[in-house]
């Protein structure tokens, strides 16, 4: 009964791919999230959507796509992959923009 | 400096001790949340402190609140080594800075 779930846990890849990441919570939230966490533990805010409309969008490369076919799943693709973005990328939801939010497990991104 | 800045970023004490991890932020909040995440897992939420309220309690923690500093502090008493973790701050910006990392030694 996992509340926010991603896939996959682990992702290496080359290089110039493309990849996407999934994100799934199923506690009925409005408001969803991507986090960018890198090697020194800072964790960054990417994206934020409610209701499945675009609310936040810090300053990320347009390599990062996010995409929310409903409010209860948020995807990040991500395209021409650098080795720079080596982190790891954590979903998070929210009921409302200023409530307790609930993370996912995180997906930890190694480019190559 | 960041909203949600955590200091010390480290933390070593021993079973038994208080811990106490500091946080400040730049602008006005509604809310100021701690979290803490253990090493390769998410975020897990610990408590919320509203902009009204001076200090909360749960359990073995204890967070004040002193809006006119813009900081807070999270106190965490008689430590277990189950509480080796990060420890983030965040005040309605989404902001989390790098934590504090407590390492409590049995």
């Known amino acids: 009964d996992t509340a926010v779930s991603q896939t996959p846990k682990y992702l290496v890849t080359q290089m110039g791919n493309d990849k996407s990441i999934k994100c799934e919570q199923n506690l009925g939230h409005d408001t969803m999230y991507w986090y960018k966490q890198d090697s020194k533990k800072f964790l960054k805010i990417m994206f934020s959507?409610?209701?499945?409309?675009?609310?936040i969008n810090e300053t990320v490369p347009n390599r990062f796509s996010p995409k929310s076919p409903d409010k209860a799943h948020l995807n990040l693709h991500i395209n021409s992959l650098e080795l720079g973005d080596s982190a790891v990328y954590f979903c998070a939801s929210s009921q409302d923009r200023l409530d307790t939010q609930y993370f996912g497990p995180g997906t930890r991104l190694t480019v190559l | 400096s960041q909203q949600g800045e955590e200091d010390p970023q480290a933390l070593s004490i021993q079973e038994g001790e208080n811990a106490t991890m500091n946080c400040s932020y730049k602008?006005?909040?509604?809310?100021l949340q701690w979290y803490r995440q253990n090493s390769g897992r998410g975020l897990v939420h610990l408590i919320l402190i509203r902009s009204n309220e001076r200090e909360k309690h749960s359990g073995r923690l204890r967070v004040t609140l002193d809006t006119s500093k813009k900081s807070s502090s999270l106190l965490i008493t008689a430590s277990r080594a189950a509480d080796t973790a990060s420890y983030f701050c965040e005040g309605d910006k989404l902001i989390f800075g790098t934590g504090t990392r407590l390492q409590v030694f049995p």
């Open positions: 602008t006005s909040i509604n809310n």
């Open positions: 959507y409610n209701n499945k409309e675009l609310i």
